[in-house]
Each structure stands twice: as structure tokens, then as C-alpha cells.
């Protein structure tokens, strides 16, 4: 399904049939005023102009403070579900809202165009523009609400195995979403719940003998290099053997994500240094990562 573009109205009538997004969250005042939460249609939410001027006049703003207090001053919602005026949750929604900011991923040549690709994922339901003009926010149905979390840390990780850094603030269920508007969105009504959950498991040292130090990390990363094997050759391989290095030696792992690299025909550096500059922002990945994809290269410690 291809961006529209037609006016609020004609796309409103377009997808009024019962789906995804028609159902009733939060919205609030602003995001300092959070008391008093009221109900609204998230479907009439994201097709309705009101604030339109309003958002125009942010992104043509070049001073950031006033573009902030521009901001401040326009409506917030909820995406994930309903909510009290305690911030607990009344009745979840069945989507998560992912956030994608340029700052975060300044590696992306062609950001504009992010959107066109983004629609070709089966599981988004709606991708706009965010206020600021800047990012783009997703709407995506989970197939377990009560692990909003889990979901969300699979999500991450789905990202940025294809260098997206999506915004770890989103991993909470009453996430606000400020107004914003976008004349050419994405929609998908057809759109499949997402099923992954990543849970966190820590490798059990009753049965787990393997020493993951520093000192036999290096001494692996000199095997992997000396034995000329390229182990980068799968893409998804190559960011998690980057954001392990960074977990465990934070930027000095550069040096050695490069020397690890520096074995495909494909290496150049500062492409390397793109892909590693992205595991910095979202590494969560342990060195025993590293450990068991040289396994599986046959390259192993004694």
C-alpha cells in the first residue's frame, strides 16, 4: 500500500472500515497537563488537521527553544492504550508506537525516502512524520500486550540489525505521542501483529564454564583475525559482533571492530566506522555474542 494523499476528510471516509486503529486511547491537554485524561479515537487522532497551522509554524521555526515551547503547547496522546490520571494503565490498545529521529541515525543517507521503505514492512500499520519534521513515528499491532516490553526490545533489535536506531523511551507503555501532522502518511490496515519477544537471559555460570574476560575476548579477536576468516559476512552478524564489542569495551572497541572487518572483501572504513558509530547508540548485545558466532566459524579458545 503506497502513501496517500488525499485531504483529511477523503481519507478519513478511505479507511473508516473497522480496523487496526479504530479503536479509543488517551489524549491530554499538553504533555505537562496529564490530569484528566479524556477518550479520542486514535483513527480521528491521526487524520484530523486542526493543529495543522500550528505544526507548520514549529517546523519553520529555526530557534530550538521556541520550537520546544511550540510544542509544549499542543495536544499528546497516549497510542498504547487508555489510561488514569496516575499514569496507569485502564485497557491496552494492541500497538506500540516506535520513534525515528534523524539525530539518531544521521548514517541513513537518504532519510527522507525512509518512509517509502518502512512501508514495505507487513507488520506498521501507520508511519507519519513527527512534529519537528525530523523523524517519523510508527504504529505497529503486538500480538501480547502484557509484554509491551518484550515486544519492544525485539523491535529494537529487529532495527538496528538494518543500522535503524529507533528511541529506547518508546519501550514504555504510556509512551505520549504530541500532536503532529503529516499530508502524505502511511496507512495499513491489513497490517500483521508483530509476535517476537526478546527475553533477557543470562547465561547460566553453573553450566556455562566459558571465561568471557577482557583478556580472552582479545585473545579470540586475535584468533579471529589471524586465522583470515571472514565472520562479518552476514549483515545481522556483523552489527551484533559491533554492539558486543561496545558492551564490553565501549568505544575502544572500535580498533577491533575494524580488525574484525578488516577480513571482508566488502570492508571499507568508513563504513565501518558508520555501522559501529550505530552500535554505540544501541549496543544490549553481550560479548558472548562474539564467542558464539566465531563458534560458528569453527574458531574457538582452547
Known amino acids: 500500500m503506497r502513501p496517500c494523499q488525499p485531504s483529511t476528510c477523503q481519507l478519513t471516509k478511505k479507511i473508516k472500515m473497522k480496523n487496526i486503529l479504530d479503536i479509543e486511547i488517551s489524549c491530554f491537554k499538553n504533555y505537562f497537563s496529564q490530569k484528566d485524561p479524556k477518550q479520542v479515537n486514535l483513527l480521528t487522532w491521526l487524520t484530523n488537521d486542526k493543529y495543522k497551522t500550528q505544526v507548520d509554524q514549529l517546523r519553520a521555526n529555526k530557534d530550538k527553544k521556541e520550537r520546544n515551547e511550540l510544542k509544549a503547547k499542543l495536544p499528546a496522546c497516549t ?3 487508555e489510561f488514569d490520571s496516575d499514569g496507569n494503565l485502564i485497557k491496552h490498545s494492541g500497538l506500540i508506537c516506535l520513534d525515528i529521529d534523524l539525530a539518531d541515525n544521521v548514517e541513513i543517507e537518504d532519510f527522507a525516502s525512509l518512509k517509502s521503505e518502512l512501508s514495505k514492512i507487513q507488520n506498521i500499520a501507520y508511519c507519519g512524520l513527527s512534529v519537528s519534521g525530523n523523524g517519523y513515528f510508527l504504529l505497529i499491532p503486538i500480538a501480547h500486550p502484557d509484554k509491551h516490553q518484550l515486544h519492544f ?13 529507533i528511541d529506547k523511551a518508546c519501550r514504555n507503555v504510556n509512551r505520549l505521542r504530541g500532536y503532529s501532522w503529516d499530508s502524505e502518511p502511511y496507512f495499513n490496515i491489513n497490517a500483521i501483529p508483530y509476535t517476537k519477544i526478546k527475553e533477557t537471559v543470562k547465561p547460566n555460570r553453573l553450566t556455562d564454564t566459558t571465561d568471557y574476560s577482557s583478556d580472552r575476548t582479545e585473545q579470540l579477536i586475535k584468533k579471529i583475525v589471524g586465522s583470515g576468516q571472514d565472520i562479518t559476512a552476514d549483515y545481522s552478524d556483523w552489527f551484533k559482533i559491533g554492539c558486543s564489542l561496545v558492551t564490553e569495551f565501549g568505544e575502544s572497541g572500535r580498533i577491533y571492530f575494524h580488525s574484525i572487518s578488516n577480513s571482508s572483501p566488502k570492508y571499507n572504513q568508513t563504513e565501518c566506522d558508520k555501522q559501529f558509530n550505530s552500535c554505540l547508540k544501541g549496543a544490549g548485545v553481550n560479548i558472548e555474542t562474539l564467542f558464539f558466532i566465531a563458534k560458528n566459524h569453527n574458531i574457538t579458545l582452547n
Open 79 to 81: 497510542p498504547s492504550g
Open 153 to 165: 526490545d525485539a523491535l529494537k533489535s529487529d532495527f538496528l540489525s538494518v543500522g535503524i536506531v
